[in-house]
């Protein structure tokens, strides 16, 4: 029997998933990827997580699109890709970014195709200094997908993001922290607790609120400053009949830590 291609960890609140192809740098067959859609679908709903955090197993985090698989030498290549586009990646995309709980990404080596997108649907993305990130589509003649010409370009303004989609180099994590790509970058043997830590500390917060939030990160990227007053108003309405805002001024008040259920 094979090798399970995704962990999934529940540790208190946080759900650690990592990705474990590490002979193929991670990269994606129709099994992990089949897999990966069904744990973030579990956890979508599972009241108990309040935080994920994403990582690879070994050197790499993930190589994007199995291409051995998308290739195979004996087989005809996949038949459409537009169609695999449509039905593995772009539901993984949607599932993070819709997710009413944040995620962490610990980047712990290159990160190439699908693989640096996958990392930069994430909200919070931590790398090793040995990281690297890699627009390698355009290496074998495609297009990037998986949302990165949608976010690339938003994270470091077009003239960047062209250079990154057009020339395909490997951009080193120190590199990506100062482009604003990236949130930190740290030492490989201080990522898991920088980044563990970084959602453990996020599973104690409000999770309603942090939902939101990422919905207004969202809706930024496309709505006017009048759209974004209206939803910023909705929210804070919603955000303020929370349980959570209750706790959250009732501690302050008492001068004492408050205890967030998330609700
Ligand atoms: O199919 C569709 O629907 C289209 C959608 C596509 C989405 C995409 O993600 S397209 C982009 C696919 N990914 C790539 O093009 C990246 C390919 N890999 C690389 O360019 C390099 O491996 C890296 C730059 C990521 C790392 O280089 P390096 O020198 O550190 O490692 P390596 O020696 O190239 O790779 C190590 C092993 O992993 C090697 O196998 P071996 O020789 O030890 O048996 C290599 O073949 C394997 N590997 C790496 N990436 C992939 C892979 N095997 C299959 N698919 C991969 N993507």
Same mark, same amino acid.
């Given at each position: 029997m094979g090798q399970d291609s995704i962990l999934l960890e529940k540790l208190g609140g946080v759900a650690r998933i990592t990705l474990n192809r590490? *002979?193929?740098?991670n990269s994606f067959d129709a099994s992990m990827s089949g897999k990966l859609q069904d744990v973030l679908a579990e956890l979508a709903? *599972?009241?108990?997580?309040r935080a994920l955090y994403l990582t690879g197993t070994g050197r790499a985090f993930c190589a994007g699109q199995d291409l051995a698989e998308a290739c195979p030498k004996d087989a005809p290549p996949l038949a459409d890709f537009a169609d695999h586009v449509r039905k593995v990646y772009n539901p993984i995309v949607l599932s993070l970014r819709n997710l009413p709980k944040p995620v962490v990404c610990g980047v712990n080596g290159v990160a190439a195709g699908a693989g640096a997108s996958l990392a930069f649907a994430c909200d919070l993305v931590v790398a090793s200094e040995e990281a690297s990130f890699l627009q390698a589509f355009i290496k074998i003649g495609l297009v990037p997908d998986t949302g990165a010409s949608w976010i690339l370009p938003r994270l470091t303004g077009t003239a960047h993001a062209a250079a990154l989609m057009m020339l395909g180099e490997k951009l080193p994590a120190p590199r990506a922290l100062e482009l604003g790509m990236i949130y930190k970058v740290c030492p490989l043997e201080a990522l898991e607790t920088v980044g563990m830590g970084l959602a453990t500390q996020l599973a104690g917060q409000p999770t309603y609120a942090l939902g939101l939030i990422k919905k207004l990160l969202n809706a930024s990227a496309n709505n006017t400053l009048e759209q974004q007053l209206e939803l910023e108003a909705d929210y804070q309405g919603r955000a303020g009949r929370s349980l959570d805002y209750t706790e959250g001024v009732k501690a302050f008040l008492d001068k004492r830590k408050p205890s967030f259920t998330g609700a």
């Open positions: 590490p *002979d193929v740098l709903t *599972d009241r108990e997580i």
